[in-house]
Nanobody, 126 residues
C-alpha cells in the first residue's frame, strides 16, 4: 500500500524559509512523478511544484517560481520542497502526491495524481 507522510511545516515569519519532506513507502518511487500542492481555507487545491521521474525535470507556477524548489532522494524514497522568501499568501496546508502510473509525465493537475499525504500546515505571519 502506497503511503505518503509530509513533515516540516510550521509557523514562520515573512521572508523566512521552511523545508517540507514527504516520505514515501509501499513501493520504490524512482520511476514516478511527484508533486506538491497546497490548499488554503476556502480555496481550491493549488499546484505548487512537480518533478519528473526522469532527468529531474521540474515545473512551478509563477507564484512560487524562484522561491520554491522541489527535489528528491530516490535512495530515501523522499521528496522535498524547499520554500524561501515566504509570504503570508503561502499560508496553506501542503500536500505531496504521486501517480499510480510509472514512467508517466509529471503534471500540474491534481486529478492526475492518485496518492496523497495527509498534509502539513504552513503558516506565514506578516
Amino acid at each position: 500500500q502506497v503511503q505518503l507522510v509530509e513533515s516540516g511545516g510550521g509557523l514562520v515569519q515573512t521572508g523566512g524559509s521552511l523545508r517540507l519532506s514527504c516520505a514515501a513507502s509501499g513501493r520504490s518511487f524512482s520511476s514516478y512523478a511527484m508533486g506538491w500542492f497546497r490548499q488554503a481555507p476556502g480555496k481550491e487545491r493549488e499546484f505548487v511544484a512537480a518533478m519528473s521521474w526522469i532527468l529531474g525535470a521540474t515545473s512551478y507556477p509563477d507564484s512560487v517560481k524562484g522561491r520554491f524548489a522541489i527535489s528528491r532522494d530516490n535512495a530515501k524514497n523522499t521528496v522535498y520542497l524547499q520554500m524561501n522568501s515566504l509570504k503570508p499568501e503561502d499560508t496553506a496546508v501542503y500536500y505531496c502526491a504521486t501517480q499510480a502510473r510509472s514512467n508517466y509525465r509529471m503534471s500540474t493537475r491534481a486529478l492526475e495524481y492518485d496518492y496523497w499525504g495527509q498534509g502539513t500546515q504552513v503558516t506565514v505571519s506578516s
